[in-house]
């Protein structure tokens, strides 16, 4: 006797297709029958570096004690954040990475009848986290690829509980600065959450972009959230975290899992956060990598939108599936963004001076233009 399990499910869970991540290096390899060691990986915004040595002694160091459950409040870790960026340990939420304190977001605030604000062409987990919550997802029209916040302003209504944004945004590395995000924060309602998506901040230099938390002051409805899986380097270990009013962190840690960050993970991240010299390589490597690309691609004639993360949009004016094939082909895996609305662009990370050379080729090989 059969049942359709699927029919069961919450109607919100329904409709959702299960998010696709960037194509692992092993799965390519056997796909295509190619050598693991041959293939260059440019599309999950990893960092090219590899992890912080203080980072691996530390995990060295916990791996005898993995027969033990974590730190469930995460103490050294909070303490670790509270130092490094002036919060208090009653305003930090943990998560295995920023998606799933996202995730915890639309939990704690969104239900049926209600609504999330995002911009089209914005983090994948925004709309999947909402449906799943049984909310309804607002995606408003992108502006020059980016966030338009006066439009998003105009699309809260009563109904609204959580408006995300992401600075820079991903997938298409557009950013506004600290005027813009003044404006807005001024603007919302307090009983609507902004959450401030930060993921890529690190990577930005020079002040272009605001400080996130900074504006938590003045704004108990803010919610910054932050990982460490890209600049510090511990994506395979997924730590991330919100900062937050201790009201808002309150209600987070309510519905948090109890052990969702692990020890390795926990400390890891420590380790990592006081590696400052690892931290400025990272953004050095970057900087000179998204020179390298950009004129990379130049050279081959071809647009893309300017970024402050770690990767670029490509557009290549045409259907970029076949283009993506031929890439796969040649090794080198880079992230098709079809699903964000977005059938013409591949989005592409920062890799090493020989990964990002790798791509180049390969990619002017694919077009015909090597």
Known sequence: MSCDFLALAVPGVQKLSPYVPGKPVDELARELNL???????????????????????????????????????????KAKLSERFGLAAEQITLGNGSNDVLDLIARAWLAPGLNAVFSQYAFAVYPISTQAAGAEGRAVPAKDHGHDLEAMLAAIDANTRVVFVANPNNPTGTWFGPDALESFLSRVPANVLVVLDEA?????????????????????????????????GLAGLRVGYAASSPQVADVLNRVRQPFNVNSLALVAACAALDDADYLAEGRRVNAAGMAQLEAGLAALDLAWIPSKGNFLAVDFGTDAAPINQGLLQRGVIVRPVAGYGMPTFLRVSIGTEAENARFLAALAEVLGRG
Do not use: H, M, Q, W
């Open 35 to 77: 050598d693991p060691a041959g293939i260059v990986k440019l599309a999950s915004n990893e960092n090219p570096l590899g992890p912080s040595p203080k980072a691996l002694e530390a995990i060295r160091a916990e791996l005898a004690d993995i027969t033990r459950y974590p730190d469930g409040s995460g103490y050294a870790l």
């Open 200 to 232: 890529y901040i690190e990577f930005a230099e020079g002040g272009e972009l605001p400080n996130g938390l900074s504006y938590l002051p003045r704004y108990p409805n803010l919610i910054v959230t932050r990982t460490l899986c890209k600049a510090y």
